[in-house]
């Protein structure tokens, strides 16, 4: 190989470790997924506007917190990974962090009679969806 292509492959395989240091340094310092929500909550002068500050938990946490709610036996011959009566009130008091609500009230309110399937339902898998999305992974061109 010519001295002019070795200097030339050299410099492109320098630049290209310098591009994943890039890369790892920005994955590093990657904060977690937040999403914040609005909602309008029935009341008796009309509805009222609520926000809520959804945060990822981490994958251990989420994993632990799977853990410590095992589903029932009726859930077990169901397929159920988790408790969903005692998961869900759970991962939302980790993961709704503004207002912050304490466990005992979110399961309170899951068995509440007040709320609806839908309503519950659209809190949780916001707060389920948010630990388990991750960013786009957009594929590059002219690679198999």
Not at 7 to 27: G, M, P, Y
Not at 41 to 64: H, V
Not at 107 to 131: H, I, M, Q, Y
Request: net charge negative.
């Amino acid at each position: 190989m010519p001295k002019d292509e070795t200097t030339v492959l050299e410099a492109r395989q320098e630049q290209a470790a310098a591009s994943r240091r890039a890369t790892l340094a920005l994955l590093k310092g990657k904060k977690r997924a937040q999403r914040e929500v609005l909602v309008e909550i029935p009341g008796e002068n009309g509805p009222e506007e609520a926000s809520f500050l959804f945060r990822a938990i981490s994958r251990k946490e989420y994993d632990a917190l799977i853990d410590d709610h095992p589903p029932t036996k009726a859930g077990v011959a169901r397929g159920d990974v988790f408790n969903m009566d005692t998961f869900a009130p759970a991962l939302l008091s980790k993961v709704i962090i503004e207002p912050k609500i304490a466990d005992e009230d979110w399961r309170d309110l899951w068995k509440s009679p007040d709320w609806s399937s839908g309503e519950l339902n659209g809190l949780f898998v916001t707060a389920a969806g948010l630990c388990n999305s991750g960013f786009e992974l957009v594929p590059t061109t002219g690679t198999d």
